[in-house]
C-alpha cells in the first residue's frame, strides 16, 4: 500500500529527499508516519504529519528533517538535511498508528564519507 523512493547513498551533512506514495483509500483522513529501522532494531517513527499538515519530530532528527504531504497526490515527502551517519537505516512510510502488514519496501538511506 505504500511505496518509498528517493534513498541512497549521501555524504555527512548532505540531502536527500524520500517520498512516499500510497495507493490507500481516504488517505486524506490519515495522519502519517515515516519510520526507519537499522539492522538488529525495532522500526521507530522519525515524523509525522496531521492530516491537516501539522508535524512532530523525533528529539534526533528535529530542525533538520522537514516532512510534508500532499492529501491529492495520497503522498508524503521527508526532506532529510545535514545527514549524519546516524541517519542510516532504510526508511519506510506507513499510517501513524502503523498498520501491520502494510509495509512497503523501504528505502535505503546510507550516510557514509
Known amino acids: 500500500q505504500y511505496v518509498e523512493s528517493g534513498g541512497g547513498l549521501v555524504q555527512p551533512g548532505g540531502s536527500l529527499r524520500l517520498s512516499c506514495a500510497a495507493s490507500?483509500?481516504?488517505?486524506?483522513?490519515?495522519?502519517m508516519g515515516w519510520y526507519r529501522q537499522v539492522p538488529g532494531e525495532p522500526r521507530k517513527l522519525v515524523a509525522r504529519?496531521?492530516?491537516?499538515?501539522?508535524?512532530n519530530y523525533a528529539d534526533s532528527i528535529k530542525g533538520r528533517f522537514v516532512i510534508s504531504r500532499d492529501n491529492a497526490k495520497k503522498s508524503v515527502d521527508l526532506q532529510m538535511n545535514k545527514l549524519e551517519p546516524e541517519d542510516t537505516a532504510v526508511y519506510y512510510c506507513?499510517?501513524?498508528?502503523?498498520?501491520?502488514?502494510?509495509w512497503g519496501q523501504g528505502t535505503q538511506v546510507t550516510v557514509s564519507a
Open positions: 504529519i496531521t492530516t491537516n499538515g501539522n508535524p
Open positions: 506507513n499510517a501513524w498508528p502503523f498498520v501491520p502488514n502494510s
Open positions: 490507500i483509500s481516504l488517505f486524506s483522513i490519515v495522519e
